[in-house]
């Protein structure tokens, strides 16, 4: 069974950084695009950033351009999301996916989740 296992969530004031790993296993990571989603209390999950299998393309979403950088590590099988200048409103359950679609991170019918970890900024 295919795993992916987020780690590196808590709690942090505005304006401070975490950095979120994500490792898979028994599955190899370099072959797929993999991405970074958030789903707030009453929200919808969104796409935050995903990044192609090579490294060389990322996107991300408007609210966390600038702040927010996606990175992976074939090697490690490991995928990364360093979070900068937290706001309250990046509050959320963030999951890792792969088997995204690169353009505009787009789940789709294939994509395999993790279990997400909690990040709470407080004001």
């Known amino acids: 069974q295919l795993q992916l296992v987020e780690s590196g969530g808590g709690l942090v004031q505005t304006g401070g950084s975490l950095k979120l790993s994500c490792a898979a296993s028994?599955?190899?990571?370099?072959?797929?695009?993999l991405g970074w989603f958030r789903q707030a209390p009453g929200g919808v999950r969104e796409a935050v950033g995903c990044?192609?299998?090579?490294?060389?393309?990322?996107d991300y979403a408007d609210s966390v351009k600038g702040r927010f950088t996606v990175s992976r590590d074939n090697a490690k099988n490991t995928v990364y999301l360093q979070m900068n200048n937290l706001k309250p409103e990046d509050t959320a359950i963030y999951y890792c996916a792969a088997r995204i679609v690169m353009d505009g991170c787009m789940v789709e019918a294939g994509t395999t989740w993790g279990r997400g970890t909690q990040v709470t900024v407080s004001s």
């Open positions: 028994r599955f190899t990571l370099g072959a797929y695009t």
């Open positions: 990044i192609s299998s090579s490294g060389g393309s990322t």
